[in-house]
Protein backbone atom coordinates (compact mmCIF):
# COMPACT_ATOMS: atom_id res chain seq x y z
CA UNK A 1 0.00 0.00 0.00
CA UNK A 2 2.73 2.20 1.05
CA UNK A 3 4.52 1.88 -2.35
CA UNK A 4 0.92 2.35 -3.87
CA UNK A 5 0.61 5.49 -2.38
CA UNK A 6 4.00 6.95 -3.35
CA UNK A 7 2.88 6.10 -7.31
CA UNK A 8 -0.75 7.86 -7.13
CA UNK A 9 0.15 10.83 -4.99
CA UNK A 10 3.13 11.94 -7.50
CA UNK A 11 0.70 13.43 -10.44
CA UNK A 12 -0.75 16.88 -9.94
CA UNK A 13 -4.09 16.28 -11.14
CA UNK A 14 -7.24 18.93 -10.04
CA UNK A 15 -10.58 19.09 -11.20
CA UNK A 16 -10.93 19.08 -14.86
CA UNK A 17 -7.34 18.10 -15.66
CA UNK A 18 -7.15 14.09 -14.43
CA UNK A 19 -5.54 12.22 -17.08
CA UNK A 20 -2.15 12.42 -15.45
CA UNK A 21 -3.56 10.73 -12.60
CA UNK A 22 -5.77 8.41 -14.76
CA UNK A 23 -2.54 7.77 -16.93
CA UNK A 24 -1.00 5.87 -13.39
CA UNK A 25 -3.67 4.30 -12.88
CA UNK A 26 -4.90 2.49 -15.71
CA UNK A 27 -1.82 0.04 -15.97
CA UNK A 28 -1.91 -0.77 -12.33
CA UNK A 29 -5.80 -1.85 -12.51
CA UNK A 30 -5.68 -3.61 -16.04
CA UNK A 31 -3.88 -6.50 -14.58
CA UNK A 32 -6.61 -7.84 -12.61
CA UNK A 33 -9.94 -6.71 -14.85
CA UNK A 34 -11.26 -7.90 -17.90
CA UNK A 35 -11.78 -4.61 -19.96
CA UNK A 36 -10.70 -1.02 -19.19
CA UNK A 37 -11.90 2.44 -20.70
CA UNK A 38 -12.53 5.88 -20.26
CA UNK A 39 -15.69 7.68 -20.83
CA UNK A 40 -16.89 11.04 -22.06
CA UNK A 41 -16.15 12.62 -18.72
CA UNK A 42 -12.37 10.90 -18.31
CA UNK A 43 -13.77 8.49 -15.54
CA UNK A 44 -11.61 6.08 -16.04
CA UNK A 45 -13.65 2.60 -15.49
CA UNK A 46 -12.29 -1.00 -15.10
CA UNK A 47 -14.64 -4.07 -15.30
CA UNK A 48 -14.17 -7.41 -13.70
CA UNK A 49 -16.57 -10.19 -14.95
CA UNK A 50 -18.40 -12.21 -12.06
CA UNK A 51 -18.69 -16.12 -12.08
CA UNK A 52 -22.97 -16.17 -11.50
CA UNK A 53 -25.26 -16.15 -14.33
CA UNK A 54 -27.43 -13.87 -12.74
CA UNK A 55 -24.25 -11.25 -11.55
CA UNK A 56 -25.60 -8.16 -9.95
CA UNK A 57 -23.90 -5.07 -11.11
CA UNK A 58 -21.70 -3.64 -7.99
CA UNK A 59 -19.82 0.33 -8.72
CA UNK A 60 -16.93 0.87 -6.56
CA UNK A 61 -16.23 4.28 -6.83
CA UNK A 62 -13.02 6.65 -5.79
CA UNK A 63 -12.29 10.27 -7.50
CA UNK A 64 -9.06 10.90 -8.87
CA UNK A 65 -9.29 14.60 -8.77
CA UNK A 66 -7.55 17.09 -6.27
CA UNK A 67 -8.23 20.61 -4.87
CA UNK A 68 -6.07 23.23 -6.94
CA UNK A 69 -5.89 26.71 -8.72
CA UNK A 70 -6.33 28.11 -12.09
CA UNK A 71 -4.44 31.34 -13.38
CA UNK A 72 -6.66 34.03 -14.08
CA UNK A 73 -4.25 37.05 -14.50
CA UNK A 74 -0.60 37.62 -15.00
CA UNK A 75 0.33 41.38 -13.20
CA UNK A 76 3.25 43.68 -15.01
CA UNK A 77 5.37 42.41 -12.19
CA UNK A 78 4.80 38.78 -13.22
CA UNK A 79 2.76 37.84 -10.39
CA UNK A 80 0.11 35.24 -10.84
CA UNK A 81 -3.46 35.52 -9.82
CA UNK A 82 -5.49 32.37 -9.23
CA UNK A 83 -9.48 31.39 -8.73
CA UNK A 84 -10.12 28.40 -6.32
CA UNK A 85 -11.06 24.40 -7.79
CA UNK A 86 -13.03 22.90 -4.87
CA UNK A 87 -12.57 23.26 -1.43
CA UNK A 88 -9.81 25.69 -0.66
CA UNK A 89 -8.37 26.77 2.99
CA UNK A 90 -6.33 30.03 2.15
CA UNK A 91 -4.46 29.36 5.90
CA UNK A 92 -3.27 25.90 4.53
CA UNK A 93 -2.62 27.11 1.01
CA UNK A 94 -0.21 30.10 2.20
CA UNK A 95 3.41 29.87 1.95
CA UNK A 96 3.75 26.87 0.03
CA UNK A 97 5.12 24.98 -3.17
CA UNK A 98 3.13 24.93 -5.70
CA UNK A 99 3.51 23.01 -9.36
CA UNK A 100 1.53 24.16 -13.02
CA UNK A 101 0.58 20.94 -14.99
CA UNK A 102 3.48 22.29 -17.37
CA UNK A 103 6.21 21.56 -14.72
CA UNK A 104 6.48 25.08 -13.64
CA UNK A 105 7.30 25.87 -9.79
CA UNK A 106 6.35 28.41 -8.17
CA UNK A 107 5.55 29.57 -4.09
CA UNK A 108 1.93 30.39 -3.32
CA UNK A 109 1.99 33.77 -1.03
CA UNK A 110 0.00 36.87 0.09
CA UNK A 111 0.00 39.94 -0.29
CA UNK A 112 1.86 41.91 1.77
CA UNK A 113 0.30 43.52 4.52
CA UNK A 114 -2.33 40.73 5.17
CA UNK A 115 -3.34 39.71 8.54
CA UNK A 116 -3.62 36.50 9.46
CA UNK A 117 -7.67 37.03 9.87
CA UNK A 118 -8.08 38.71 6.79
CA UNK A 119 -6.42 35.87 4.94
CA UNK A 120 -8.99 34.84 2.17
CA UNK A 121 -8.25 33.11 -1.48
CA UNK A 122 -8.15 36.02 -3.30
CA UNK A 123 -5.55 37.92 -1.16
CA UNK A 124 -2.99 34.55 -3.10
CA UNK A 125 -0.66 35.06 -5.45
CA UNK A 126 1.83 33.01 -6.85
CA UNK A 127 5.83 34.02 -7.40
CA UNK A 128 7.87 31.95 -10.07
CA UNK A 129 10.60 34.16 -9.87
CA UNK A 130 9.57 36.02 -12.84
CA UNK A 131 11.23 39.28 -13.76
CA UNK A 132 8.50 40.97 -14.98
CA UNK A 133 5.13 40.32 -16.91
CA UNK A 134 6.36 39.11 -20.18
CA UNK A 135 8.81 36.86 -18.94
CA UNK A 136 6.01 35.28 -16.63
CA UNK A 137 3.80 34.43 -19.88
CA UNK A 138 6.21 32.89 -21.86
CA UNK A 139 6.12 29.64 -19.08
CA UNK A 140 2.28 31.04 -17.77
CA UNK A 141 -0.50 31.42 -19.00
CA UNK A 142 -4.33 32.21 -18.67
CA UNK A 143 -6.02 28.90 -18.28
CA UNK A 144 -3.52 26.83 -16.40
CA UNK A 145 -3.74 24.71 -13.75
CA UNK A 146 -1.86 24.38 -10.54
CA UNK A 147 -1.92 22.88 -7.01
CA UNK A 148 0.02 22.16 -3.75
CA UNK A 149 3.19 20.12 -4.40
CA UNK A 150 2.41 16.53 -3.93
CA UNK A 151 3.75 13.72 -1.83
CA UNK A 152 3.90 12.46 1.67
CA UNK A 153 5.95 11.39 4.83
CA UNK A 154 6.10 8.67 6.83
CA UNK A 155 5.05 8.96 10.50
CA UNK A 156 4.97 6.45 13.72
CA UNK A 157 3.50 3.28 12.73
CA UNK A 158 1.70 3.25 9.25
CA UNK A 159 0.65 6.74 9.65
CA UNK A 160 1.52 9.16 6.78
CA UNK A 161 1.30 12.88 6.15
CA UNK A 162 1.11 15.03 2.72
CA UNK A 163 -1.32 15.69 -0.14
CA UNK A 164 -3.19 14.74 -1.76
CA UNK A 165 -4.54 11.43 0.14
CA UNK A 166 -8.08 12.75 -0.46
CA UNK A 167 -8.46 10.95 -2.36
CA UNK A 168 -5.41 8.99 -3.63
CA UNK A 169 -5.94 6.88 -0.93
CA UNK A 170 -9.67 5.79 -2.21
CA UNK A 171 -8.13 5.03 -5.63
CA UNK A 172 -5.48 2.64 -4.01
CA UNK A 173 -7.89 0.85 -1.96
CA UNK A 174 -9.96 0.08 -5.43
CA UNK A 175 -6.71 -1.01 -6.78
CA UNK A 176 -6.07 -3.34 -4.16
CA UNK A 177 -9.64 -4.89 -4.01
CA UNK A 178 -9.39 -6.17 -7.44
CA UNK A 179 -5.96 -7.77 -6.68
CA UNK A 180 -7.20 -10.00 -4.17
CA UNK A 181 -10.66 -10.37 -6.12
CA UNK A 182 -7.87 -12.47 -8.72
CA UNK A 183 -7.43 -14.74 -5.81
CA UNK A 184 -10.93 -15.74 -5.35
CA UNK A 185 -13.24 -14.11 -7.69
CA UNK A 186 -16.74 -12.60 -6.79
CA UNK A 187 -20.21 -14.02 -8.42
CA UNK A 188 -20.84 -10.35 -9.23
CA UNK A 189 -20.63 -8.25 -12.29
CA UNK A 190 -17.41 -5.48 -10.62
CA UNK A 191 -17.02 -1.86 -12.01
CA UNK A 192 -14.44 -0.07 -10.73
CA UNK A 193 -14.69 3.59 -11.17
CA UNK A 194 -11.81 6.41 -10.69
CA UNK A 195 -13.95 9.06 -11.20
CA UNK A 196 -13.35 12.91 -11.94
CA UNK A 197 -14.59 16.30 -11.24
CA UNK A 198 -15.68 15.14 -7.24
CA UNK A 199 -14.33 17.65 -5.87
CA UNK A 200 -16.54 20.29 -7.83
CA UNK A 201 -19.91 18.93 -7.07
CA UNK A 202 -19.33 14.82 -7.51
CA UNK A 203 -19.78 15.53 -11.42
CA UNK A 204 -18.21 12.42 -13.16
CA UNK A 205 -19.91 9.66 -11.10
CA UNK A 206 -23.08 11.19 -11.78
CA UNK A 207 -22.21 9.92 -15.62
CA UNK A 208 -20.15 6.95 -14.79
CA UNK A 209 -23.16 5.93 -12.83
CA UNK A 210 -25.81 6.45 -15.50
CA UNK A 211 -23.78 4.40 -17.99
CA UNK A 212 -23.40 1.06 -15.53
CA UNK A 213 -26.43 1.75 -13.93
CA UNK A 214 -25.40 -0.60 -10.82
CA UNK A 215 -27.69 -2.33 -8.34
CA UNK A 216 -25.14 -1.53 -5.18
CA UNK A 217 -22.78 1.39 -5.26
CA UNK A 218 -19.97 1.86 -2.92
CA UNK A 219 -18.00 4.91 -2.72
CA UNK A 220 -14.52 5.31 -1.01
CA UNK A 221 -13.28 8.64 -0.25
CA UNK A 222 -11.68 10.48 3.24
CA UNK A 223 -13.58 11.22 6.03
CA UNK A 224 -12.92 13.80 9.02
CA UNK A 225 -12.20 12.96 12.78
CA UNK A 226 -13.15 13.85 15.89
CA UNK A 227 -9.60 12.78 17.54
CA UNK A 228 -7.65 16.52 17.10
CA UNK A 229 -7.39 19.29 19.11
CA UNK A 230 -10.43 21.20 19.31
CA UNK A 231 -12.21 19.17 17.03
CA UNK A 232 -15.96 18.88 17.08
CA UNK A 233 -17.36 15.38 18.40
CA UNK A 234 -17.30 13.17 16.24
CA UNK A 235 -17.06 8.96 16.59
CA UNK A 236 -14.49 8.38 13.69
CA UNK A 237 -10.57 8.70 14.65
CA UNK A 238 -7.24 7.79 12.93
CA UNK A 239 -6.23 4.18 13.97
CA UNK A 240 -9.97 2.81 14.26
CA UNK A 241 -10.46 0.76 11.28
CA UNK A 242 -12.96 1.38 8.00
CA UNK A 243 -15.80 3.73 8.68
CA UNK A 244 -18.79 2.75 7.33
CA UNK A 245 -20.73 6.00 6.53
CA UNK A 246 -24.48 6.35 7.65
CA UNK A 247 -24.75 10.02 6.49
CA UNK A 248 -23.36 13.11 5.16
CA UNK A 249 -24.68 16.42 4.26
CA UNK A 250 -25.75 15.23 0.88
CA UNK A 251 -26.66 11.36 1.42
CA UNK A 252 -28.58 8.97 3.95
CA UNK A 253 -26.75 5.55 2.87
CA UNK A 254 -29.20 2.58 2.33
CA UNK A 255 -29.49 1.17 6.04
CA UNK A 256 -29.71 -2.42 4.96
CA UNK A 257 -26.21 -2.17 3.19
CA UNK A 258 -24.70 -0.19 6.25
CA UNK A 259 -25.88 -2.79 8.43
CA UNK A 260 -24.89 -5.78 5.86
CA UNK A 261 -21.25 -4.38 5.81
CA UNK A 262 -21.09 -3.65 9.65
CA UNK A 263 -22.16 -7.66 10.22
CA UNK A 264 -19.65 -8.47 7.86
CA UNK A 265 -16.51 -6.74 9.20
CA UNK A 266 -17.71 -8.08 12.69
CA UNK A 267 -18.09 -11.91 11.62
CA UNK A 268 -14.11 -11.41 10.03
CA UNK A 269 -12.95 -9.21 12.70
CA UNK A 270 -12.32 -5.90 10.21
CA UNK A 271 -11.80 -3.59 12.68
CA UNK A 272 -14.26 -0.62 11.82
CA UNK A 273 -16.24 2.32 12.87
CA UNK A 274 -18.86 4.49 11.52
CA UNK A 275 -19.58 7.81 10.52
CA UNK A 276 -21.97 10.50 10.47
CA UNK A 277 -20.14 13.37 8.53
CA UNK A 278 -22.56 16.67 9.10
CA UNK A 279 -20.89 18.92 6.54
CA UNK A 280 -19.44 17.44 3.18
CA UNK A 281 -20.33 14.72 1.10
CA UNK A 282 -18.76 12.37 -1.62
CA UNK A 283 -19.57 10.53 -5.02
CA UNK A 284 -22.22 8.13 -2.73
CA UNK A 285 -24.87 10.99 -3.38
CA UNK A 286 -24.08 11.05 -7.01
CA UNK A 287 -24.53 6.97 -7.38
CA UNK A 288 -27.86 6.97 -5.10
CA UNK A 289 -30.18 9.21 -7.11
CA UNK A 290 -28.68 8.68 -10.77
CA UNK A 291 -30.71 7.44 -13.27
CA UNK A 292 -33.31 5.06 -11.37
CA UNK A 293 -30.86 4.94 -8.41
CA UNK A 294 -29.32 2.22 -6.56
CA UNK A 295 -28.58 1.17 -3.17
CA UNK A 296 -25.41 3.11 -1.77
CA UNK A 297 -23.30 3.30 0.76
CA UNK A 298 -19.63 4.35 1.58
CA UNK A 299 -16.42 3.09 3.17
CA UNK A 300 -14.02 5.96 4.41
CA UNK A 301 -10.91 6.31 5.30
CA UNK A 302 -10.41 8.56 8.49
CA UNK A 303 -8.28 11.36 7.43
CA UNK A 304 -6.83 14.73 9.83
CA UNK A 305 -6.63 17.93 8.44
CA UNK A 306 -8.15 17.65 4.92
CA UNK A 307 -7.75 19.95 1.78
CA UNK A 308 -4.60 20.86 3.50
CA UNK A 309 -0.97 19.67 2.93
CA UNK A 310 -0.30 17.34 5.42
CA UNK A 311 -3.59 15.36 5.28
CA UNK A 312 -2.56 12.58 7.67
CA UNK A 313 -4.12 8.93 7.67
CA UNK A 314 -3.33 5.46 9.28
CA UNK A 315 -2.68 2.74 5.97
CA UNK A 316 -4.38 0.11 8.09
CA UNK A 317 -7.70 1.85 8.12
CA UNK A 318 -7.31 2.09 4.28
CA UNK A 319 -6.88 -1.75 4.21
CA UNK A 320 -9.53 -2.27 6.85
CA UNK A 321 -11.55 -0.79 3.66
CA UNK A 322 -9.73 -3.44 1.21
CA UNK A 323 -10.29 -6.27 3.52
CA UNK A 324 -14.10 -5.43 4.66
CA UNK A 325 -15.00 -4.80 0.91
CA UNK A 326 -13.43 -8.01 -0.59
CA UNK A 327 -15.18 -10.18 2.21
CA UNK A 328 -18.22 -8.67 1.49
CA UNK A 329 -18.51 -9.10 -2.05
CA UNK A 330 -17.34 -12.93 -1.48
CA UNK A 331 -19.88 -13.13 0.55
Same mark, same amino acid.
Not at 10 to 19: F, H, Q, W
Not at 247 to 271: G, P, Q, T
Given at each position: ?12 ? @??? #??? $???? *??? =????? #? ?11 ? +?? #? ?7 ? *? ?14 ? /?? !? ?9 ? +? ?15 ? %? ?17 ? !? ?28 ? %? ?9 ? %? ?13 ? +? ?6 ? =???? &? ?17 ? $? /? ?14 ? /?? &? ?40 ? &? ?5 ? +? ?28 ? @? ?23 ? *?
Amino acid at each position: MLNLMKALTAPRA @ISG #YEK $AVSD *KIL =PLIAP #YTDKVWSDAMGNL +IA #YKKGTSENA *KKIMLCAHMDEIGFLV /TH !VDDNGFIRVAP +IGGINPVAAAFTNVTFG %GGVKGVMVLEAGVTPADIK !VDKLLIDIGAKDKKEAEKKVKIGDYCALEG %GFTRLLGRRIA %GRPLDDRVGCAVLIK +IAEKLTET =PCAD &DVYFVFSVQEEVGVRGAKT $A /TYGIMPDIGLAYDVTG /TG &DSVGAKPMACSVGGGAAIKIKDSSVLCDRELVDELAAVAKEN &DIKHQFE +ILLAGGTDTSSMQMTGAGCRAAALSIPTRY @IHSGVEMLDLNDAEACVDLTVAWLR *K
